[in-house]
């Protein structure tokens, strides 16, 4: 790599957060609906429709023509959607919510990545909102945040679960502790997509989440079938489970804090009992160009959630899982042709067997 | 342009501030700066050196493998300087100068941009800093916006004046109006690099600039060659000026301000007068994806500086000009090939003439 390719990187880095917000507020002020419905208007007349000056319109667009999303007539000054018009509008609903997500719980927060760094902690939190946490601490108080933050969970639970549950095995009858399953909707999907007589599902988590997570289960009518048991996975973890899942959850420590979680699980099962994580992964091959996970998690996870985490490669979850006396019986990475192309996490699954 | 090209581009959008500000980390904990002195240090030994957990190193990191901008030896767990190592530390330092900018006066209030564009005011300035007004007034009430925008602007004057001064004629012993001159910089490198007898060149701008220019007119021993004058360009511009020059300053506004200048500067000179502008500008050909300032420079006006402005493109400012009542002399724009790859702007100078 020559310097001068390296100079011409940063450029394309610097113009990274100014980019972002350019394209998030033509969406947030609605010149891409306008667009939409009414192909042709000029900047004047987009302007009086959203309530902006017509300068403003014109600023905002020309990075809309520059990646060819939107079309414009140097004659009449008619602009039309290009490229965003060929989006289906699934697919837009998902980008958007990312998207959001990543402006309310990200950009700004991780102005303070440096010194959340240096402190372990989320500085950002703290400065923005003066809240002393984690994210996952914060979104219980700061409306802003759970709003964006649930939207988005909500939809890559939705849209990942049923491959987590195909590839697992959950054996007739078992009995399933989901290991800090939040308010129960894991709970609910293993019931839905696992059932057999006699299986229950036992969500585990901290106790202030019960009230919720049991409304949950009656809402899905599933209450004779999921129960809550509360707690916290690094003092004591429930035992008398044959299948323990752990989802969304080991990217968000550093390697100590797993090698408890993992040395914990496997201490509260017997011998013949399995654990199934899903995460996501980085590539095996770090400088593989189509993979995004590590331009998003390092900064996302140590600046904006926890002050600490990140995802690791899949080799390196499953030495762990063997360093915690797991045998390792599956590792699978979802194929990235099944997945969105404007999708950044890649998931994997880990099977793993206590054997002794 | 198809749909997936179209996900896949949101992607790269999605992940521009993460990665902005992991990029600017590695620089701001000092990791660059260790492995550069102790190539082969493991992430255990950087994060000792630097204060900061090794799990965190290896987060951070793994961005800069991915880039090639550092290197990782699988077997020893030792990283070294890839691409970053052969950048020439002047380099280095200007584009961290840029990416400190970035990070100070645009990553935060970009956030409030949509809210920016409707109200017509920089909302983030008022969020994060109480402050109502624009960014220029900002500095001189707040350290950390001053630090970073002065150290910017001081080197992009000093790489640009050169050439913007060799572009243009000043005749012999011409009087000239450096408008919206701020403390006197360009003033003073126009005395310097176009001497003549009798030439004198005056600072034109708000008030309480006086002081400051002053003194740096002392400092740099021009003071019985430039003089202050204040005012409000929006007022009122003083006549009797062979020469005004117009720097850094009409990209800041929308047509109507730009108008009211430029007519206002006609008005103020004599027939045969001459106005020079130097400016950034959209390329011609907006989809020109070797040019970055339509990437930035909307959001960061509308945004982050003044809630609204931008550049145009030379041939906007060409009309405007010539609708102002001005001849046209020249309009060039400074050629890529000699702008450094990191370098955002791309600058031009038009000469026009009160020709009646």
Redesign the interface.
Known sequence: ?????????????????????????CF??GLVDRLRDNPGLTAVKLGDAV???P??VE??L??M?????VA?DEGSGAYSL???G???EG?LRR?LA??NL??VV???Q??Y??ES??T?QVVGLKELYGFDGNLYGAVAEHQDLRDSWLTLMNRVTANIDPWFFTNIDVPAGAQVLDLAGNTGLGAIHTYQMKTSPGLRVTTFDLPEKEEECLRNFREHGVEEHCSFVGGDVFASIPGGFDVVLIKHFLDMF??EEVFRILTGVHRSLNVGGQVNILVPV?PED????DN?N??????????CTMG???PQKLSTYRSWLEECGFTVTKAVTKDSAEV?????PVQAILSATKTA
């Open positions: 790599m020559t310097p001068e390719a390296t100079l011409a990187r940063f450029r394309e880095y610097m113009v990274g957060p100014t980019r972002f917000m350019n394209l998030l507020s947030e002020l309530g902006v000056k300068d403003a600023q905002l020309q990075l023509v520059k990646e060819g999303f414009y290009a490229a965003l060929d989006v289906a697919d980008a990312y998207m990543i402006k990200a950009l700004r991780v102005y990545l440096t760094v240096r372990g550093d390697k980085y770090i400088t593989d160009s995004y590590v331009d998003f998690f390092p900064s996302f996870f140590l600046g600490q985490g990140g969105p192309p404007d999708v950044i």
